[in-house]
Nanobody, 117 residues
């Protein structure tokens, strides 16, 4: 079992910044990917960004956040961070941390991000 503890999120004005953190604990198998998905009102859950645990640390970003969001990791702590800059109202959503090993996903409980215009 893997447990994911999320922190960060909240209310911010458009153009502002927030930082999300997610720490994984329990039985951690490698290599894994960790990242963030989001689900806005009336929308399906979508990938925001993820990062691999390998030495190359390959990352993936949704087109809508490229250039504004940055995902990073602390491998020793099995923690990932999502720095979100220049936030827009359309970024409003519940953000879910995700850990995935061999296509087996684990999810955090989600943290609300609200961007006011």
């Amino acid at each position: 079992q893997v447990q994911l503890v999320e922190s960060g999120g909240g209310l911010v004005q458009a153009g502002g910044s927030l930082r999300l953190s997610c720490a994984a604990s329990g039985t951690i198998f490698r290599p894994y990917s960790m990242g963030w998905y989001r689900q806005g009102p009336g929308k399906q859950r979508e990938l925001v960004a993820d990062i691999r645990s390998t030495s190359t640390g390959n990352t993936n970003y949704a087109d809508s956040v490229k250039g504004r969001f940055t995902i990073s990791r602390d491998g020793a702590r099995n923690t990932v961070y999502l720095q979100m800059n220049n936030l827009k109202p359309e970024d409003t959503a519940v953000y879910y941390c995700n850990y995935k090993f061999s296509s087996l996903p684990y999810w955090g409980q989600g943290t609300q991000v609200t961007v006011s215009s």
